[in-house]
């Protein structure tokens, strides 16, 4: 029988849910084209629901967010933005975008919203290449006495390039807990303009705004980059914007991470980046919970250079995913949103101090957000062995480099934990005391394994105790068991 007559024919009618019949209808017709696909899927959603997902990076969207993905609106090409398409029959794709950028007005109080980047990292290229063109290439189009690009000479159009890949930017390290497309060498962010990192302080490895001041009047940047993906701290954007103005820079905040807690009202006045800067990027689906996907938030000013993310960066957008950024930003628009957001805040304070009665440093000392950063060297492992040993007991974090990580980035000295899908689950404080204690056994029984060639302790193999695992396996299902995901698609 398939998935669905089954269900139905075991509920009554009042039983029934709408979204587990759509989910388990599709599951159904996948299978009929591509088993292993639907397998794959009803395979991650027990494995989703049988390890505590504690990275800091990820959640768990809403079904209503899910099924405006999976739709016919994958099938439509949309170039160009609302009412302003290189495509016939938009209309509703234009509905579309526009709900997801109103949503996105309203919820972050801004000027102007752009939903179209399919990630975070795209959403950074289109706002770097809009503050390029917004500053340096219109006004020497100007100089020339011309209207557009166009217009120009080769020779005319080879200058402006020049100066163009010649700007400056300023973003936090990868060392420090920066991003990659802040300016990492290894990234396209340092290779179209001149990248300089500035790092958090040595000691408390927390932001020293002065010493970033006097960096920025050094270096004179067109761009600064305020913003993370592995530091548990807020960030002052009065600050920050000082330190722009006091260069002419323009200030750039990228808020991916904490974007959650920004809607939800939990970081206000000099921590909430809109009233301060000039461009906001984000991705849609860590703290947030919509679809994976990015978009860009700017002042008017920079409107049309964002707007104008496809040709500059961007091909078609995809209007699916558009659809369920809409029902998300809709979503997080409420009072629920903004009392789940305190409660990442809170769970992720409550399971911060049970590490740190326990003796494990966190790095920074503590967290502000919604992640910490654990520091193994009590424990003698590298993050690659922690986190390998953890996934074997049903707990999913992922590996990050401390500041200064002595390890470098592949093995890690540390592990990045997040709270925000396990407080979508409704999670609380006991539960954070309990996985606290969990992690604080799995690592505390874990040793670094031999490398048979040299017989040196390993950096990736890890052994830990089999009867330690089997007890946080179970310690683990006893507390999922009161937090089922998705309880309503009987799988
Ligand atoms: N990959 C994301 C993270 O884990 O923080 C950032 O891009």
């Known amino acids: 029988m398939s998935r669905l007559k089954k269900y139905l024919s075991s509920k009554t009618s009042n039983q029934q849910n709408s979204a ?22 009803i395979q991650e959603l027990q494995d989703e629901r049988s390890h505590l997902k504690l990275i800091a990076s990820e959640n768990f969207s809403s079904l209503a967010v899910q099924l405006a993905m999976g739709n016919l609106l994958t099938d439509k090409y949309a170039e160009g933005y609302a009412h302003h398409r290189f495509y016939a029959g938009c ?28 990630s975070g990292a795209d959403a950074n290229l289109v706002a770097l290449w809009a503050i390029l063109i917004h500053k340096i290439q219109n006004p020497e189009i100007e100089k020339f006495g011309k209207k557009t690009l166009d217009e120009l000479t080769p020779e ?51 932001l020293d705004y002065s010493v970033l001041a006097k960096q920025v009047q050094q270096e004179r940047p067109t ?12 960030l002052n954007f009065a ?26 009202k939990v970081f206000q006045g000099e921590f909430d980046p809109i009233p301060y800067a000039d461009i906001v990027t984000s991705t849609t689906h860590k703290t947030l919970r919509g679809p994976r996907g990015g978009f860009v938030l700017c002042k008017q000013s920079f409107s049309e250079a964002i707007n104008k993310g496809c040709p500059s960066v961007l091909g078609g957008p995809l209007p699916n995913v558009m659809a369920a950024k809409a029902v998300a930003f809709k979503e997080a628009n409420s009072l629920n949103f903004k009392q789940y957001s305190q409660k990442i805040v809170d769970n992720a304070q409550s399971l911060a101090n049970c590490f740190l009665q326990n003796d494990i440093r966190l790095v920074t000392g503590g ?125």
């Open 20 to 41: 587990a019949i759509a989910y388990l209808a599709a599951l159904d017709h996948i299978e009929t084209v591509s088993p292993t696909i639907s397998s794959s899927i």
């Open 91 to 118: 209309d509703n794709i234009d509905s579309i975008e526009e709900t997801a950028s109103q949503e996105l007005i309203q919820l972050f109080g801004c000027e102007h919203a752009y939903v179209q980047p399919h």
């Open 156 to 206: 005319e159009y080879e200058k402006i390039r020049q100066l163009l890949v010649n700007q400056k930017l300023m973003g936090m390290s990868l060392n420090s807990g920066g991003h990659l497309t802040h300016g990492y060498r290894h990234n396209i962010s340092s290779k179209m303009m001149r990248s300089v990192l500035y790092d958090v302080d040595p000691k408390t490895e927390i």
């Open 223 to 234: 761009i600064l980059i305020a913003g993370y993906s592995a530091h548990p701290r807020r």
């Open 239 to 264: 600050k920050m914007r000082e330190i722009a103005d006091s260069v002419g820079a323009t200030l750039m905040v990228d808020m991916a991470h904490f974007a959650g807690l920004v809607a939800g």
């Open 367 to 491: 967290t502000e957000n919604h992640l910490m950063i654990l520091d193994l060297s009590k424990f003698g492992l590298t993050g690659r062995q922690a986190e390998t040993a953890l996934r074997e007991a049903h707990i999913t974090v992922n590996r990050n480099a401390i500041p200064n990580d002595l390890q470098g980035p592949w093995y890690t000295s540390g592990i990045r934990l997040g709270t925000a899908a396990l407080t979508t689950l409704g999670m609380g404080k006991d539960e954070m005391n309990e996985i606290a204690s969990v992690i604080f056994s799995v690592l505390s029984n874990s040793k670094p394994g031999i490398v048979q060639k040299t017989g040196q302790p390993s950096k990736a193999s890890v052994i830990t105790d089999s009867t330690i695992i089997n007890e946080a396996k179970a310690r683990v299902k006893n507390l999922l068991i009161h937090f089922p995901l998705y309880p309503e698609i009987e799988i």
